[in-house]
């Protein structure tokens, strides 16, 4: 099992960005596809980005594109969200989540998970 930790996570007016962090621990880092999800208030745990085990290969989710990027150092065990041009429905809880396999966009398919950064965006 990966632990993951998240960190980066704060409020935010609406237009402003934010870098969120993940770092990984316990088994070899560029094993896994890794992603990101979030969870808003009555909301379900949605996906948001995916990257492949070298990095090659993203995935976003529709609403995200353009705005939000993924990426990884394996050398550091790291990745990262940098997202831009932020709006009041990205709120939510972001998680950070590890899978051993190929990239995947479902939420099913990560065996580890952290525990959570909260990402406010004001209007």
């Known amino acids: 099992q990966v632990q993951l930790v998240e960190s980066g996570g704060g409020l935010v007016q609406a237009g402003g960005s934010l870098r969120l962090s993940c770092a990984a621990s316990?088994?070899?880092?560029?094993?896994?596809?890794m992603g990101w999800f979030r969870q808003a208030p009555g909301k379900e745990r949605e996906f948001v980005a995916a990257?492949?085990?070298?990095?090659?290969?993203?995935r976003y989710k529709d609403s995200v594109k353009g705005r939000f990027t993924i990426s990884r150092d394996n050398a550091k065990n790291t990745v990262d969200l940098q997202m831009n041009t932020l709006k009041p429905e990205d709120t939510a809880v972001y998680y950070c989540?590890?899978?051993?396999?190929?990239?995947?966009?479902?939420?099913?398919?990560?065996?580890?998970w952290g525990q959570g950064t909260q990402v406010t965006v004001s209007s």
């Open positions: 990257i492949s085990w070298s990095g090659g290969v993203t």
């Open positions: 316990g088994r070899t880092f560029s094993d896994y596809a």
């Open positions: 989540a590890a899978r051993r396999g190929i990239l995947t966009t479902i939420r099913s398919d990560f065996g580890s």
